[in-house]
């Protein structure tokens, strides 16, 4: 008997053990079913967008990547108070940001399932901002999930002071905008002042420029760099330059195109690699960084790249010491910023609105971005402020004033030929070109491979 | 009485299956669901396109043709071998003579006990984190290339990973060191089974240790062996961590470390589950045919 007693005991804690585990689970769906219900007609009345501010939700959920963003609201938005590192306050509405890293599409991931499960999804968790980077941007923007800015009562006349280029990343295919950003990131070409001193014999904005005015300039430049013992950069900082200056998009009627300046970006690049004048390294690894402390003639890149990616805090680099300049470089590109967009079906149309018009298009606020955090940022008048006045000087930069050459940049930067399969294209080229740069295969057998590639992560294209 | 003992018999058997209930009901949600969901996918066409869901739309037969037109999973299953062979081999020789020393009682090593602990560590690391230090070891600024160019070994810094043997070896070189310390200790296990009197009289014969150790501890280690090198075969099959880490996903050069589960992975970024399904179930053939050639060996022995 006392047998059977201790056996009944031991398989009711087994399975108990066993519910339990399974019921911790279960018990947040059950616990929030009830809040969903409740809070559907709230959902409801808000999906018509005109509703009145009084009905929209109590929490505003934030969809990014990194802290950039928070940061800006925290330090910019009038009246957002600071709860902890994921949360605050604006009036009686609580801010919430999903981080998820973007490492591995991770991000996407997480904000395609959130998007595809808007409709389902409890008041207070359905996505209300979201942010986007160009390169993938019209994945989101050209599909309902995104909300077109009229719909918001954002006009045009709004945003009449951005600059076009970074409104037509977030445009979908019938024209309609649907994004915004407070970022202008047309690039150039940062160069080593003393590299370029010692092969082109001046430092200066205006000479250097000359001398990598267009391709076969920079070539020539390249070739001296290297007889001087420098590397010029790898081949992937150039990339974007090739890539922002196509004639066509990457995919045309389903099938993959390999545009012609691509194709001279492999055979210059090749080139420049086979003389050993670039190198093969990866964008952010470690042997491509090391360049910031003085062995490479020039990288490229936007306002936030010489701002966050030179190391100027650390001792010893050479943007400590001001020594990099910065000019337009062989042809205008652009690179990165992140564009705000609001989701559909959103609780909290009114307070998305405010946001994305303070965060974007508020001259105050902007300079004030411009400033502190050093953000290139989008507006005519403000950079035109800036090229204009001592605030813009940058010490890294040897006390030059970028403001000007990133202004005219940006309003020569042409994106009529974006697609929304430049992320993966982009990738994989780069990827696949990378191993015929570096002699393992010929150049029909990496653009095979960057055909396979492709597919595997869009089954519905063909080369 | 009897019909008494009888009943109390039934209902231990009821706390049989009670006590079985949690590993079947763990066994058919983890286990056997999602393989039949597995191959129930395989036979469909069902990916999304960005935002777009694609099928699920009933093709057949033709993922699994796909998959053997276009040669890559010859390809991808030669890599995964390859590595897997050179990773093995070394493994196997090491673990055998490892193990030889420590089951020998004549040699009387010190401190066994901690070098089987220092042996079996690097299993212990995560593979992902083993394969960044050998990413930053190895990189063309890592401290292997500027020690081999300062001690004037190699002029300019060698790019391992950018080499097909190399990367592969580098990939193997992980594997085995990971793994030597777990077949060293099964090995191990094997040897100390050996009754230890057919030492003793080989001893008495006069046998020298290599005798010793190809006439008696190889053949009757044999059982242990063929476990070990299923068992490794189908840990190789489904090598992934390490090539994974190591090249950043790419499998480079030109795909020569891809193996087969990270050529499956490539299909879950546009949640390719047709596609993803057909390999796994080509790899789940593979898988069980090699499972069944254990299984009719060591019941043979029995």
């Known amino acids: ?370 400033t502190k955090d050093a953000d290139c940022v989008n507006s005519k008048s403000v950079l035109a402020d800036l090229a204009g006045s001592a605030d813009g000087n940058l010490a890294l930069l040897g006390g030059q004033n970028p403001y000007k050459q990133l202004a005219d940049g940006a309003e020569k930067v042409d994106l009529s030929n974006l697609s929304a399969y430049d992320q993966a294209c982009n990738e994989e080229f780069q990827n696949a070109m990378g191993n015929y740069f570096k002699g393992n295969g010929d150049y029909d057998a990496a653009l095979e491979q960057f055909y396979k590639a492709v597919i595997e992560k869009h089954p519905e294209l063909s080369k | 009485m009897s019909s008494k003992k009888n009943g109390k018999v039934v209902s231990y058997n009821k706390w049989g299956y009670i006590f079985l209930a949690p590993f079947v009901i763990v066994y058919l949600v983890f286990q056997l669901i999602p393989l039949i969901s597995t191959i129930w996918n395989s036979f469909f066409e069902n990916y999304r396109s960005g935002l777009t869901q694609i099928g699920p739309r009933f093709i057949g037969l033709e993922n699994y043709i796909t998959l053997f037109k276009n040669g890559d999973l010859l390809t991808y299953a030669k890599n995964t071998m390859i590595m897997w062979v050179l990773g093995f081999v070394p493994q196997i020789i090491v673990s055998l003579v490892l193990g030889a020393w420590f089951s020998d009682t004549r040699l009387k090593l010190k401190c066994s006990s901690f070098f089987k602990t220092v042996i079996y560590l690097p299993n212990l690391i995560m593979a992902s984190a083993f394969a960044m230090l050998f990413f930053t070891l190895f990189a063309n600024t890592g401290p292997i290339n500027s020690i081999l160019v300062q001690t004037g070994i190699l002029k300019e810094a060698y790019s391992f990973l950018d080499h097909t043997g190399s990367a592969r070896f580098l990939v193997a070189f992980m594997n085995f060191l990971m793994w030597f310390g777990n077949t060293t200790i099964l090995l191990m296990a094997g040897m100390m089974g050996i009754d230890p009197s057919l030492f003793e009289a080989a001893e008495v014969d006069g046998a020298t240790s290599t005798q010793v150790f190809f006439k008696i501890t190889l053949p009757l280690l044999r059982p242990i062996l063929v476990y070990v090198l299923i068992t490794s075969l189908i840990g190789g099959l489904q090598m992934f961590d390490v090539p994974q880490i190591l090249t950043n996903g790419t499998g480079d050069p030109m795909r020569s470390t891809m193996t087969l589960i990270m050529y499956l992975n490539k299909h879950l970024y546009s949640k390719n589950y047709g596609m993803a399904g057909a390999l796994s179930v080509i790899l789940f053939i593979i898988t069980a045919i090699l499972s069944f050639i254990v299984f009719r060996i060591s019941t043979r022995k029995d």
């Open chain 1, 1 to 370: 008997m006392k047998k059977k007693v201790l056996c009944a005991l031991l398989s009711a804690t087994m399975v108990a053990g066993m519910m339990a585990g399974c019921g911790g689970s279960n018990e947040t769906p059950s616990s929030a079913a009830p809040a969903a219900s409740s809070q559907a007609p709230a959902a409801s009345s808000a999906e018509s967008q005109a509703a009145p501010a009084e009905a929209e939700g109590t929490v505003l959920n934030i969809a990014c990547w990194n802290e950039e963003f928070k940061s800006r609201l925290e330090d910019h938005y009038p009246g957002y108070e600071k709860i902890d590192g994921t949360t605050g306050k604006i009036g009686d509405v609580t801010v919430k940001f999903n981080i998820t890293p973007s490492d591995d599409n991770a991000y996407q991931n997480k904000l395609d399932t959130d998007l595809l499960n808007q409709a389902s999804a409890a008041a207070d968790d359905k996505i209300d901002l979201f942010l986007v980077e160009a390169d993938y941007a019209l994945k989101y923007v050209d599909t309902d999930y995104a909300m077109k800015l009229s719909d918001l009562g954002i006009s045009d006349a709004d945003l009449a002071d951005q600059y076009t280029y970074t409104q037509d990343i977030v445009k979908d295919s019938s024209g309609a905008l649907k994004g915004s950003s407070w970022q202008a990131c047309s690039a150039g070409l940062i160069y080593n002042r003393e590299i370029a001193k010692a092969v082109l014999g001046s430092d200066d904005p205006d000479a250097v420029q000359a001398a990598v005015a267009d391709w076969a300039k920079y070539t020539e430049t390249a070739a001296k760099v290297q007889a001087a013992g420098y590397k010029m950069c790898s081949v992937n900082d150039t990339y974007r330059v090739y890539s922002n200056n196509v004639s066509g998009k990457w995919v045309q009627d389903g099938k993959i195109v390999v545009d012609a300046n691509m194709k001279k970006w492999v055979d210059d690049s090749k080139a420049l690699v086979d003389s050993k004048a670039e190198t093969t390294d990866d964008l952010w690894g470690d042997d491509w960084a090391k360049g910031k402390d003085g062995n490479v003639f020039c990288y490229f890149g936007p306002a936030w790249f010489f701002n966050f990616c030179l190391d100027a805090d650390r001792e010893g680099s050479v943007a400590n010491a001001g020594g990099w300049g910065y000019c337009v470089g062989p042809q205008s590109f652009y690179w990165g910023g992140t564009w705000i967009c609001a989701a559909t079906g959103t609780d909290n149309a009114s307070l998305v609105k405010d946001i994305i018009l303070t965060m974007t298009t508020d001259k105050a606020v902007l300079k004030e971005i411009a």
